[in-house]
C-alpha cells in the first residue's frame, strides 16, 4: 500500500477516534517541519477539499496589533483583508466579502450567525489553538451562506494527563506591543486538570489609538476590548463531559466603517460603544464505541447573545444612537463518527435558531431628537440533517460525498416598526402582516475525488450545490446609513454551484497546493445602487467568480525556509454584463526566512494587484502596491532553560511606509479620494510580542 494512503487512511481513523496521537516519525521513517505536519494532519480529514491551516506555532509568531485577527487570515491563498479600522473589517474570501454572507465563521464548529462582520473583532488570537479554513464550498456540511468557505476557530483547552493528580497554573500566554498605534495586547490563563478534570480559564485584553497611515493618522481608528473566556471538562469511561463559554466587550471606533463611509476625513464618523457578547456551550464528547452505532458521539447545544450601541455622526452634526439589542441564536448539533470497513462515515443534525424579539431602534440624539424603530421582531429556525462518507477504494482513489437537506421557518412580531406607521399607503405593514410565516428547504451536497498518483502526488476535484438564504434581510430599510438601504419584499434566495480542481505535492520538506475553481451564481443578492443616496437588496440575476489559488511551503539547505501563497480571481455580473464590484484581482506573499540555533529571521514581501475591472457605479480604480515585513524569533530557551517554549518577536512591518489600499476595502464614490476613502493601510509599524507555547 502506498506510504501516503497508508498517512492519509491512518490519520483519517485517528481523527475520528480523536483521542491517539500520531508520531510525526513515523511517516515513512521521516520527520517535516511542524507547520508543514499540521497542514498534511488537518487535510487528511477533507481529502477533496481545498483546506488551509494556521497553526498554533504560527498564531504565536504572528503580529495582530494592526490588524487583528483578520491581518492573520491573509496568509491563506484567496483571502483579503477589508479594513474599516485598526480593527475592525470583514475578509474577502475568493472575491465575497463576509458581510455578504457567503462564507462562515465557526468557532469550534459553532458558526457565527447575525453579527458575523463584528465578530472578527471579538477574537483575540492568543485564544486560539488553531484556525482551520475550508477554501470553497460547504453548504453541504454547514448549511446556508458557506458557498465560499468556512472559517472555523478552534479555541484553547487544556491538554494534559487528566488521569494524573489535580493541579492547576496561572501563566502568561502572550503579551504585545505596536507602535503603529500605540497598541498593548495580552492574554494570561489559569488551566491545569487531573483527577479526570481540565480546565483552562482566560482574560484577554487589547487597547490602542488612532493608527497612523503614510499620509497622517486615521483618526476614529481606537479601539479597547476586554474578555473572559473558560472550557471546563470532566472524563470519566471514555466520555467527556464539557461546558465553555465567554464575555466580551469591545470599544470600536470606524475610520471608515459600514455607516461611515466616507469615514473621518470628511466627517462621518461610527463606534460600537460598546459591542457586548455572551456565549455558552455544553456538549459531550464519546469515545470507543465501536460496538454501537457509531466510533465516536459529539453533541453540543449552545447560545450566543449580542448587545450594541452604534453612534454615528454626520459632517452637518446630526447624531445617532441605534440600539442593536437582544439578538439571540440558539442551536446544538449531533454528530456520530463511524468507520466501516474502508468508509469514514460522519452524519447527524443540525439545528439552530434566530430569536431578536427586540426591534431595532434608530434614537436621533441631534438636532431633532426623536426615535424610531426601523424593523418587526423576528424569529427563524432552521433544522438540517446531513451525512458525509470518504471512501477509501483502494491504494490510489478516495471518493468523497455528502449531502444536507436545510428546512427553514420564519416568523415576523406583530409590534409595527415606526418606518411602517410612517407608510401612509400601508403597503408595508399589508405585505408583512401576510408574510408573518413563511417556510423554505433546500438539498445541498458535494461529490469529490482524490487519485494519489504517488507517495508525494495527488490529484482532487470536487462538485457542490449550495445555497445562501434570503432571511429578513430584505424586508426592513436601513436608514442610519449614509448610503439608505431601502427594504425589498420580493428577495429571495441564492443559489450556487462550484467546480474545483487541484494538485498537491507532499514530501518531508515540501508542501505545495495548486486549486482551480469556479462558482456560478443564480439569483445571486447583491446590493443595487438605486441613487446616489439609496440602495436596495435585490436578486441581480446570473454571476461567476473563478480563480487560481497557490500555497506552497518549502525548506531546504538545513536552515532555509520558504513559503509562497497567491490568489488571482476573477467575477462577473453575468445578467448585468459587468464586473462584481471589489474583487481583489490579485493578492499574494513571498517569505524567505533562515533558522538559527537560538531562533529564525524572516523576510516576507506582500503584493496586491492594482483593480482595474470595475463596477464604475460602486467603485473606483486601485493602484498595485507591495509591502515589506521583517521579523526575528528568538527562543529564549535558548539562552536559560527556565525560559523553554517562550519567544521573544521583534520586527517591523510596512517596513518603506509604503502607501497602499487593498482593493477589498469599501468607499463612497460620491466623494473624492481621501485618507479613510477608502482607508490607507497602516504606516510603518514596529511590534515586539512575548509568546508562550504551553
Known amino acids: ?51 488551509s491551516l494556521i497553526g498554533e506555532k504560527q498564531l504565536l509568531q504572528s503580529s495582530s496589533g494592526s490588524g487583528g485577527i483578520q491581518s492573520i487570515l491573509e496568509n491563506v491563498p484567496g483571502i483579503t483583508y477589508a479594513r474599516t479600522s485598526g480593527l475592525g473589517g470583514n ?84 503579551l504585545e506591543y505596536t507602535s503603529v498605534n500605540n497598541g498593548f495586547g495580552g492574554r494570561a490563563e489559569v488551566l491545569g486538570g487531573g483527577d479526570g478534570w481540565d480546565i483552562l480559564v482566560g482574560l484577554t485584553g487589547r487597547n490602542a489609538k488612532d493608527f497612523r497611515t503614510p499620509s497622517g493618522v486615521a483618526k476614529e481608528s481606537k479601539y479597547r476590548s476586554l474578555g473572559t473566556d473558560f472550557n ?68 453540543y447545544s ?12 454626520q459632517p452637518n452634526g446630526e447624531d445617532h444612537h441605534r440600539k442593536v439589542y437582544n439578538n439571540n441564536y440558539i442551536g446544538g448539533r449531533l454528530n456520530l463518527d463511524k468507520k466501516i470497513n474502508t468508509h469514514l462515515l460522519s452524519y447527524g443534525i443540525d439545528v439552530w435558531s434566530s430569536i431578536s424579539p427586540t426591534p431595532l431602534k434608530d434614537i436621533t440624539i441631534h438636532p431633532n431628537p426623536k426615535v424610531t424603530t426601523t424593523s418587526r421582531p423576528t424569529y427563524q429556525v432552521a433544522i438540517a440533517p446531513y451525512i458525509k462518507d470518504d471512501y477509501y477504494i483502494n491504494d490510489s482513489w478516495i471518493l468523497s460525498g455528502s449531502l444536507r437537506y436545510d428546512y427553514y421557518k420564519m416568523k415576523i412580531g406583530k409590534e409595527k416598526s415606526t418606518v411602517e406607521k410612517n407608510d401612509k399607503t400601508g403597503e408595508t405593514t399589508k405585505f ?31 462538485i457542490s450545490q449550495n445555497f445562501k438564504s434570503q432571511g429578513t434581510s430584505g424586508m426592513f430599510p436601513n436608514l442610519g446609513s449614509s448610503i439608505k438601504t431601502i427594504a425589498n419584499l420580493d428577495l429571495g434566495p ?135 515585513d521583517v521579523k526575528a524569533v528568538v ?28 482593493p477589498a476595502t469599501q468607499e463612497n464614490i460620491n466623494f473624492s479620494r481621501a485618507l479613510t476613502n477608502p482607508l490607507l493601510e497602516p504606516g510603518i509599524n514596529a511590534f515586539m510580542k512575548f509568546a508562550y507555547k504551553y
Open 494 to 628: 441564492e443559489y450556487g454551484q462550484t467546480y474545483e480542481i487541484g494538485g498537491k505535492f507532499t514530501d518531508k520538506n515540501h508542501y505545495s497546493s495548486l486549486v482551480f475553481y469556479r462558482t456560478n451564481y443564480k439569483d445571486m443578492i447583491a446590493n443595487k445602487r438605486i441613487d446616489a443616496t439609496t440602495q436596495q437588496l435585490q436578486n441581480i440575476g446570473e454571476a461567476y467568480v473563478q480563480g487560481i489559488e497557490l500555497e506552497s511551503t518549502h525548506r531546504f539547505l538545513e536552515h532555509w525556509n520558504l513559503r509562497v501563497v497567491g490568489a488571482y480571481t476573477y467575477g462577473q455580473d453575468k445578467t448585468a454584463n459587468k464586473p462584481l464590484a471589489y474583487i481583489t484581482p490579485f493578492s499574494g506573499s513571498l517569505s524567505l526566512g533562515y533558522d538559527f540555533i537560538w531562533g529564525s529571521l524572516n523576510w516576507v514581501q506582500r503584493a496586491y494587484l492594482g483593480k482595474n475591472r470595475i463596477d464604475n457605479t460602486q467603485e473606483k480604480k486601485t493602484k498595485s502596491y507591495t509591502m515589506s
Open 302 to 313: 449552545y447560545w450566543r447573545r449580542y448587545n450594541t450601541d452604534i453612534y454615528t455622526r
Open 432 to 462: 408583512l402582516d401576510s408574510h408573518s410565516s413563511d417556510t423554505s428547504g433546500a438539498l445541498t451536497g458535494s461529490l469529490g475525488a482524490t487519485y494519489l498518483m504517488s507517495d508525494k502526488f495527488s490529484l482532487h476535484t470536487n
Open 91 to 174: 475578509i474577502n474570501m475568493r472575491g465575497q466579502n463576509t458581510r455578504n454572507s457567503r462564507s462562515i465563521i465557526a468557532i469550534d464548529g459553532v458558526r457565527v450567525s447575525g453579527r458575523s462582520e463584528l465578530e472578527f473583532d471579538m477574537i483575540d488570537p492568543l485564544a486560539l489553538q488553531s484556525i482551520e479554513i475550508i477554501r470553497g464550498a460547504a453548504s453541504s456540511m454547514y448549511g446556508s451562506n458557506a458557498m465560499n468557505g468556512v472559517i472555523n476557530f478552534k479555541t484553547r483547552r487544556y491538554m494534559g494527563d487528566v488521569s494524573a493528580p489535580f493541579k492547576m497554573q496561572a501563566k502568561i500566554r502572550g
Open 635 to 662: 527562543n529564549l530557551g535558548y539562552f536559560k532553560k527556565d525560559l523553554k517554549d517562550m519567544e521573544m518577536i521583534v520586527g517591523v512591518e510596512n517596513l518603506l511606509n509604503t502607501k497602499g489600499r487593498n
Open 232 to 299: 471546563v471538562g470532566y472524563t470519566k469511561d471514555d466520555i467527556r463531559y464539557y461546558v465553555s463559554g465567554k464575555y466580551h466587550k469591545l470599544n470600536n471606533h470606524e475610520a471608515s466603517g459600514l455607516f461611515s463611509r466616507p469615514g473621518s476625513s470628511y466627517g462621518f464618523t461610527m463606534s460600537e460603544d460598546p459591542l457586548v457578547e455572551s456565549y455558552l456551550k455544553i456538549g459531550i464528547e464519546a469515545y470507543d464505541l465501536r460496538k454501537a452505532f457509531a466510533d465516536k458521539l459529539d453533541w
Open 1 to 51: 500500500m502506498k506510504k501516503y494512503t497508508a498517512l492519509l487512511l491512518g490519520m483519517s481513523v485517528l481523527v475520528a477516534n480523536d483521542k491517539v496521537i500520531l508520531d510525526k516519525a513515523s511517516v515513512s521513517g521521516e520527520s517535516i517541519n511542524e507547520i508543514a505536519w499540521e497542514l498534511l494532519e488537518y487535510q487528511s480529514k477533507m481529502p477533496t477539499k481545498s483546506v
